[in-house]
């Protein structure tokens, strides 16, 4: 099993509708981050957790919201999908033992806002 | 000027040829410099990360980093098939009350057999 487990793969939804981004790890990691990739934009940090009860707001967390529901359980939420959401969006997690930096992704979700 | 800046390419290379992919950047406040590769459908991957200047060697990969030129180069020796990917750098800083990483867009290798 994947250490970082990104749920859905893929989505398409429509423009206003509420979509959750799932992440969940195995890795025992206390800090956790989500970050969209855009074609010529590279990685952008949208939020990130250093515990259960730590959330902070990364460079563009406008339209977005995040849950820490347990050490290894971190979603993301659009309240209400724009078709510039579109993106691929990666969870990440890191022991800060062995850095600061993102250490473990998941395989991304490829979300499609028509 | 952007913070992070990193050639896009495409790469291209024959198998066994040294690879060298570069990123310089704008903020002299950046503690720490990583490497990912990322391949195609799948999540960055570390490779290299450090918090000096100077070289850092993993096997057929040395980072380096110049932080009097504000520039990061990665170096892939007698490089093969498999290390066709997109390599993003990225550097961070930490202080009270902040985190920062910032990613460049990635260069994408093509290592020819």
């Known amino acids: 099993d994947a250490d970082v487990t990104q749920t859905p793969r893929n989505r398409i939804t429509k423009t206003g509708k509420r979509i959750m981004l799932e992440c969940s790890q195995t890795k025992g990691h206390d800090r956790m981050y989500w970050y969209r990739q855009d074609p010529g934009l590279g990685l952008r940090l949208i939020y990130y957790s250093f515990d259960v009860k730590d959330i902070n707001k990364g460079e563009i967390s406008d339209g977005y919201s995040v849950s820490r529901q347990a050490q290894a359980k971190f979603s993301l939420s659009l309240e209400s999908a724009i078709p510039n959401q579109t993106a691929l969006y990666f969870c990440?997690?890191?022991?800060?033992?062995?850095?600061?930096?993102?250490?473990?992704f998941g395989d991304g979700t490829r979300l499609s806002i028509l | 000027q952007k913070e992070v800046e990193q050639d896009p390419g495409p790469l291209s290379v024959p198998e066994g040829a040294i690879v060298s992919l570069n990123c310089t950047y704008s903020n002299s406040a950046f503690q720490y410099f990583m490497w990912y590769r990322q391949y195609s459908r799948k999540g960055p991957e570390l490779l290299m990360y450090t918090y000096s200047s100077g070289n850092k060697e993993d096997g057929r990969f040395t980072a380096q980093v110049d932080k009097s030129s504000k520039y990061i180069s990665l170096f892939i020796r007698d490089s093969q098939p498999s290390d066709s990917a997109t390599y993003l750098c990225a550097m961070g800083l930490t202080g009270a009350g902040s985190y920062q990483l910032t990613f460049g867009k990635g260069t994408k290798l093509s290592v020819i057999p």
């Open positions: 990440a997690t890191s022991d800060p033992r062995a850095g600061n930096q993102p250490q473990h």
